[in-house]
């Protein structure tokens, strides 16, 4: 079981930075968008962030939801892995 401490930690990360960290590089788009490639289909402009909404989606993969499910998309790991992540307690290799 994951502590409930952890799991606050994960989803209190920051979506931007967790992108960029997943080797997303990010430009700024429209008023509180950041955008950038997809690391799973590629395509440009792809991967949305809202700042505002703290939410992504890729229009590519036609996927999107949080922080950790960023993780979870890009690494295709589990939700435990990701909130590790995410919590700095693991790296994912992949």
Same mark, same amino acid.
């Given at each position: 079981?994951?502590?409930?401490?952890?799991?606050?930690?994960?989803?209190?990360?920051?979506?931007?930075?967790?992108?960029?960290?997943?080797?997303?590089?990010?430009?700024?788009?429209? $008023?509180?968008?950041?955008?950038? +490639?997809?690391?799973?289909? #590629? &395509? @440009?402009?792809?991967?949305?962030?809202?700042?505002? $909404?703290?939410?992504?989606?890729? +229009?590519?993969?036609?996927? #999107? &939801? @949080?922080?950790?499910?960023?993780?979870?998309?890009?690494?295709?790991?589990?939700?435990?892995?990701?909130?590790?992540?995410?919590?700095?307690?693991?790296?994912?290799?992949?």
């Amino acid at each position: 079981m994951i502590p409930a401490e952890t799991i606050r930690t994960a989803y209190s990360a920051d979506l931007t930075a967790t992108a960029e960290r997943l080797g997303v590089q990010l430009r700024t788009g429209r $008023a509180n968008e950041r955008v950038g +490639r997809c690391p799973l289909c #590629g &395509g @440009d402009d792809q991967l949305r962030i809202n700042v505002k $909404a703290k939410v992504w989606l890729c +229009r590519g993969c036609n996927k #999107g &939801g @949080d922080v950790v499910g960023l993780v979870r998309h890009v690494h295709r790991a589990p939700f435990a892995e990701a909130v590790a992540f995410l919590a700095n307690e693991e790296s994912i290799h992949g």
